[in-house]
Every structure is written in C-alpha cells, then in structure tokens.
C-alpha cells in the first residue's frame, strides 16, 4: 500500500480515523488538534465518505490532510479530488500515474464544492458579463 | 425421444467479454458459441471440475456459470429453464429489421 | 432545418461529454486487458449505460426530459444501424434502449452520440438517473411552467456529482409543470410539481420516497412548496441525508423510499430541513441570470394561431373512420390555437411496445422537421410524440404515420400496453414481457372495440424490478417464475394519475402465459357489463370493487 501525497505528514502526526458511519457534525473537540483524518471506503461502491470529506472541509473547516484508504482506485480521483480529499492509501497499480491526471480529466465541472473550481455555470456568467462589459 | 431429464447433466456457459455474446466451454477448453460443441458433464463431481475449467479460461469471458440440459437420444443437447433456451437459440418473436424494409 | 426551442449544449457541455467518452474508451481498454475485474468494472460500465444482458450488452442512451431534435434521431437511427442489429427500444423513462451492442465498439458509439449533444451517462448505476419529465410540456394547454427548464438546471448539477456518484441504490426524479401530472411525479424517488401559491408566485411541490419495483410506494410531500432558485439548495440537501442514512445492508431495501418509509416522514423533513437550512445560503442558490440563461432555450416556437376547422380534416373525418378515432385518441390539445399535439403509437398490433427501426426512426425525424418544428418527445408510455403540429397538417401527419406503421389510434387504449424487455432480452427477468404483450394487442386488435372499451391502461413486467410499471396499470401484468414455468400476476386498480395515485391489489392466484389473453378478454367484459355511463375501466373497477372481476377470471369458487 502506498500513501499518495506531495509530502505525506510524519506518522506521528494527530491522527483521527473515522467509520463511514461516523457523524462528523458531531465530532466537537475531537477535531482540535488533528492533522490527519483518514477516511474509509469498504468498498469503493459505498459512498458515505464523500458526504463526510465535504462536511469536514465544507461545513467544519477542516484544513489538514484529508485522507481517503480501504477501497480507493482510480476511477474515484476525479470524485475524492472534487470532495477535499488530498492524500489516497491505494494498491492499485498506476495509482500515482493517474493521480497525476486526474485533475484535468474533466476540465468542466457543474457543482460548487469546497475544491474552489469555477462550474460551467459561474464560467458562463463571467463570459457573459465580459461580453457586456 | 427419450430425454435425460435428471438435472445432472450440465455444460459451462458465460458471455463474450468484447461482445456479449453467448458462448459455450468445449473439450479443448475453447469458448464457442455452439452448443453442440460444449462440454458435457455427467454428474457433479464432472460439473465441478467443469465450473473450474471455465473459471480458469475466464479471461475473454464475464462470469461463467453452469446451465443444466438435456440430452435427447441422438445427443442433442437442449438447456432446461426457459431463459437458457433463450440464452441458446434468441429471441421468441420476431424483432423489428430495419433494412427489411418492413415500413419503407 | 428548424432551430431547436430546448437546450442547446455549449462548448462547456461539450468538452464534458467527450472527456467522459475518453475516460470510458480508457475504462474500456483496461477491462479488455484485464487490467480491471469485472467487479471493478460494472459498476464502471453501468454509469455509462452499459448493461450485460442475455445475448449481448445493452446500451441505454439518456434522452434527457424526453426531448430529441430531428438530427437526434437521425444519429440515433445511424447508431442503431452502425452499432446494433438497426433498431432501438424507447422505454418507460424515456431513455432508447440498444440491445445488440459490443463492448468494444461502446466507446465509438458513445462518441458518435457526442457528436448530436448526448450520451448514455447515469441512466443505470446508483447514480442520480436522467431526470424525465412530461412529454407535453412546452406545448401543454394546461402548463403553468416548462419543466424542462428546471429538468437541464438538475441534469447539469446531477452530471458526475462527486458526493452522489457512490448512492445506497438508484435514483430517479421527474418533474411536471401541470396540474395534470403526465411524469408520474408521486412514484419517483423525488416528484418535483410546479404550482402557483395564493401570492402568485410558482415554486415546487416535492415529492420524496415514491417509487415502483419490490415495494411499491406512493411519495410523501416533504415541502408544499419550495421557491425555485432554492431547487439545487434542498435536493442537494435530500441526496445527502440519502447518502449518509440510506440503507447499504440490503439491496432491496437501499431506495430512498425505505428510508422514509423507516424513518418516517416527519423525522425525514426534520433532516433534509437541517442540511436544507446550510445549503441554501451556498452557491448553490441559482442565479436568476443563470435560470434565464436556461430558460430562455425552452423559449416556445413562434407558432402563429392559426384556422382550427380545416375543411381537409372534415372531409378525412368522414371518409376514414380509423382517421376519426386517431383524431380522438392521439391528437390532444396544443396551447396556440389552430394546432394539436399528436402521439405517434409505438405500439402497432402485434409489434413489441416501444421499437422502432432505424427506418421508422428516421421517418419520424422526417414528419417532425415538416410538421413538427424539428422536435420529437418520448413519452413514458414508450410512444413518440409531435409537440408542435399545426390542425391543417394532421391529414398529412396521419398518412406519414400510416406508412411508418405508427398511426395506430389506440394512445390510451387497451392495446397501448406499456412492457418491459423481459425474458427475451434482459438478465433479471423472471418471465418474457413482450409476447404476452404481443398477443394481447393481437387480440383486441379491433380500433372499434378498443374505442368502445375507452381508456385502459395495460402494464407489463415480467420481474419484479417494476420496469413496466404494473403497480399503476389499470390492469398490471407482473410475469413470475414458479419452478421453472412463466405466470402471470393479475393486478387491478392501478393509477398514476395525480390526484389519484393507487397500487393495484392483486387479483388472485397467478395464471398460465396462454390464459393471460382469456384472463383480459374476461376483465373487460365484466367492466363493459357493470359499466355507468362515462366511466372507464378503472373508475367501474373503483365502484364496484374486485370481486365481480375476481369471479369472471377465476370462475365461482
């Protein structure tokens, strides 16, 4: 299994691991503190940690490596890239090579989230009003 | 015709990876689309070792499974369920073609 | 040829699309060199609409809110042509079915499709579905809003969602703009209803927990009414409380409906209400530059009332009575004045419900660019239909039909059978669909009788996966497989109608294939016997109840 990451923290790094069945609006001042928080996908067709990835960066602020492990392949990049994840703990074969793809395999995307790219949608008001300007 | 009716007759099936289509394990361990040709196994110590074989010539095919059939006296070889009998020979009415120029 | 009056992609929708046929062709390629598991892989394949079925795989093509342009399908008939046997299935949510399509040429076919603005994208999976709609709309006397508008502005949000790609189980949503709901909004995963308050303004109903299959279920009003830029706020807030608290332990019990059946209804709005409460003050409040830019699209064709007694139409009335009864059954009215909607039956006598040729389609695609202003709809009841087609027109329409085979007058009647692929085609099935269907519309072939009948609806599944609706057939067919051996299940009183909504209730013991004929044949003639005047089929069954019905099929006990 390999850690996926520019510059992976230390081990020794506040770490919280969490249950996909975790409600992370609960988490309270378990959050203070922690650099790493390790999400698990059991398998890669249960997709409860993409909603609490988004609530974590979205909702909480979260800022730290946010890591996605258990079943993680890449056909999920351009989904846990769009959700904060940042750091991936794949055996998957050619993982680092399509991480390095995956954020420009789509160039367009339609739905705010915390990953600060612009939709299709707020892209096409800018030109619009560019145009009129 | 006398049928062999038991149930304990099978032969190993699974669908085309490139294409979907039907095909059939035979005794060289070939996948055809021809039923005639399939691998018959007699009871199920046969069966299971025939599941095997198709598990292990997997690699061009999506999930190969068993299908139970019968044998009639000249050793043709027809599939029991209804869905097996349409896996083999088609559809049961006739679909529209389009170059029959049915409408045109 | 004609400007189209619905949404046309930009080179944003564009690039999408084909990025997505490039990681597909990419997917493909590592199954192929068994890079990927066929575990790993379907569930890749499904979101693109790839399905293994019995003798091939199937590829299910989204027609988003059922509207296709003439060029549409013109490529659809080429694709069909090129890639499959030259024929396609329009099914129950508006999406056209291949039957005979390899993997390998997948990719090519998806890219072909990319050249007219479409795709098979989330029409299977546990993905957000294409989002459907009434096939009327637009055109409708009865419109309040197109909800079209509103299907594109979910269509986009929904589109490779990253939080919702990965749901318990599907996930289907239609909207109608009508108080005559043609889209079935009570039996989908969330019904959306545009209606207009006291104060005037319009804004949806939404309708969550509805839906077929297993266990059928009518949906719950969450919110009576919902100011329409906060549409993607509170769905994006119902996903995810689906997503986190949606069942993952049981297949059959994973749509949302268990939950809000589990759950219950009030504690339901409690959650959605909550995250509702975050999101609608996030991004995803609409603009009203970005709806007008969508809705501007959907702008009406510029249609000039024209003459509505045509001396021609007259003349043909008299002289072809199955002209006659066709004016009656698949011309509905049109919002200007001097022109009709007109249904094109896809269900000819004897022909399976729903196919169409690459030839018939491309006949289509020829009345709709002379009659039609260019565009054609699919409706749920697996028929097409000319939104826009002006009174003086219908004689010529009517002869173009006739030679397509599609003119048969019979939209709403007895042999105007919803079905599924069923056992011919499909891997679930427990039964065929299409034969039974086949020798129903054979038998009642006769347009007379099928007018004397009225207003039947039949609808066929031959699982219990519900894809032919039999729950909401006036009279449901539901093919079951008992040791080996097809029945059928025989279920009245089945609506979708709005305000009346119903699950048909079982009849009784489950028949043979060859009695299912014999079994209708009795149904209606106990209804034309105990009928009052006016009534059809299903309100007679309402007043009087089963039994008289129950005793004609099965015989006195």
Redesign the interface.
């Known amino acids: 299994m390999e850690i996926l990451k520019e510059e992976p923290l230390p081990p020794e790094v506040p770490t919280l691991v969490l249950p996909n069945t975790e409600d992370v609006m609960k988490l309270g001042d378990r959050l203070d503190g922690v650099r790493l928080i390790i999400l698990d996908f059991p398998k890669f067709t249960d997709g409860r940690a993409y909603t609490q990835a988004r609530l974590l960066r979205e909702r909480l602020g979260y800022s730290g490596e946010l890591r996605a492990s258990g079943a993680v392949f890449i056909d999920q990049l351009p989904f846990l890239l769009r959700c904060g994840f940042d750091s991936f703990a794949s055996a998957e074969r050619g993982f680092g090579e399509a991480l390095a793809k995956a954020r420009t395999l789509f160039s367009v995307v339609y739905q705010p989230t915390g990953d600060g790219r612009a939709t299709a949608n707020e892209l096409r008001l800018a030109r619009r009003s560019a145009v009129a300007a | 015709m006398a049928k062999n009716l038991s149930g304990d007759l099978q032969v190993a099936s699974a669908?085309r990876?490139?294409?979907?289509?039907?095909v059939y394990l035979d005794d060289a361990g070939r996948w055809t689309p021809r039923l005639d040709r399939a691998a018959l196994a007699r009871d199920r110590s046969e069966s299971a070792i025939l599941l095997e074989r198709a598990r292990a010539e997997a690699?061009t095919v999506?999930?190969p499974f068993l299908v139970a059939v019968t044998e009639s006296d000249d050793g043709t070889i027809e599939p029991?369920?209804?869905?097996e009998k349409?896996?083999a020979a088609?559809?049961?009415?006739d679909?529209?073609?389009?170059?029959?120029?049915?409408?045109? | 040829m004609p400007d189209t009056h619905f949404y046309r992609y930009d080179d944003y929708d564009r690039a999408l699309v084909r990025e997505r046929v490039e990681q597909f062709r990419d997917q493909v390629r590592r199954?192929?060199a068994?890079e990927l598991t066929?575990e790993q892989f379907k569930p890749l394949r499904l979101t693109n609409g790839l399905y293994?079925?019995?003798?091939?795989?199937m590829l299910r093509i989204a027609i988003p809110y059922g509207t296709l342009s003439s060029r549409q399908l013109r490529k659809l008939a080429e694709i069909?042509?090129k890639y499959d046997?030259?024929?396609g299935h329009f099914t129950t949510r508006q999406n056209l079915q291949l039957n005979w399509?390899?993997?390998?040429d997948a990719p090519d076919a998806l890219a072909m499709l990319a050249e007219v603005d479409m795709h098979a994208m989330q029409t299977s999976g546990n993905v957000i579905r294409n989002v459907t709609a009434d096939h009327f709309a637009g055109a409708a006397v009865d419109e309040i809003e197109d909800p079209r508008i509103w299907c594109e502005i979910v269509r986009q949000w929904s589109t490779l969602h990253p939080e919702f790609s990965f749901l318990p189980r599907k996930f289907k949503i239609a909207i109608t703009g009508s108080p005559n709901d043609r889209a079935a909004v009570r039996v989908h995963d969330i019904g959306l209803r545009l209606w207009r308050n006291e104060q005037g303004e319009v804004g949806f109903e939404v309708i969550v927990g509805g839906g077929l299959g297993r266990t059928p279920m009518i949906g719950k009003t969450l919110r009576a009414f919902l100011p329409k830029d906060e549409l993607l706020a509170y769905l994006e807030a119902t996903l995810r409380v689906y997503n986190r608290y949606g069942r993952r332990d049981n297949l059959y019990k994973a749509r949302i409906k268990i939950l809000v059946h589990e759950i219950g209804a009030e504690k339901m709005r409690e959650e959605v209400e909550a995250e509702y409460a975050a999101t609608r003050h996030s991004a995803l409040k609409l603009a009203p530059e970005a709806i007008d830019a969508i809705a501007r699209q959907f702008a009406p064709p510029p249609l000039r009332p024209k003459r509505t007694r045509v001396p021609e139409v007259e003349a043909l009335k008299l002289e072809n009575r199955a002209f006659a009864l066709w004016l009656k059954s698949n011309v509905a009215p049109h919002r200007v004045v001097g022109h009709a909607i007109v249904t094109a039956s896809l269900k000819p006598a004897g022909?399976?419900p729903g196919?169409?040729?690459?030839?018939?389609m491309e006949?289509v695609a020829d009345i709709a660019e002379a009659y039609s202003q260019g565009e054609v709809r699919v409706s749920h009841e697996q028929n097409l239909v000319f939104p826009h087609v002006a009174i003086e027109a219908l004689p010529a329409v009517y002869r173009a039909l006739e030679?397509?085979?599609f003119a048969e007058a019979n939209v709403g009647k007895i042999t105007d059978i919803i079905a599924c692929p069923g056992?011919?085609?499909c891997a679930l099935?427990n039964a065929?669909s299409?034969?039974v269907a086949?020798s129903i519309s054979t038998h009642f072939a006769s347009l007379a009788r099928q007018h004397d009948i009225g207003d039947l609806k039949i609808k066929i599944s031959g699982c219990i996966n519900a894809c032919g609706h039999h729950h909401v057939g006036h009279i449901g067919i539901l093919g079951v497989d008992k040791n080996?051996l097809?029945l059928y299940q025989i279920s009245l009183g089945g609506d979708v109608d709005f305000g009346n909504t119903a699950l048909g209730a079982i009849l009784g013991p489950a028949i043979e294939a060859d009695k299912v004929v014999e079994a209708v044949d009795a149904l209606v003639a106990t209804y034309l016997d105990a009928r009052a005047e006016g009534e059809r089929f299903v309100d007679t069954y309402r007043r009087i109840g089963a039994q008289p019905f129950k005793e004609r099929v099965y015989g006195n006990p």
């Open positions: 669908n990876l490139v294409d979907g289509l039907v690699f999506v999930d029991l369920s209804l869905r349409i896996r088609g559809l049961t009415f679909a529209i073609a389009s170059e029959a120029i049915r409408y045109a | 199954r192929i068994g066929e293994l079925q019995l003798h091939a795989y069909a042509r046997r030259g024929y399509i390899k993997l390998e022909a399976p196919d169409a040729s690459a030839v018939q006949g030679r397509l085979g056992l011919d085609y099935a065929r299409i034969p086949q080996g097809e």
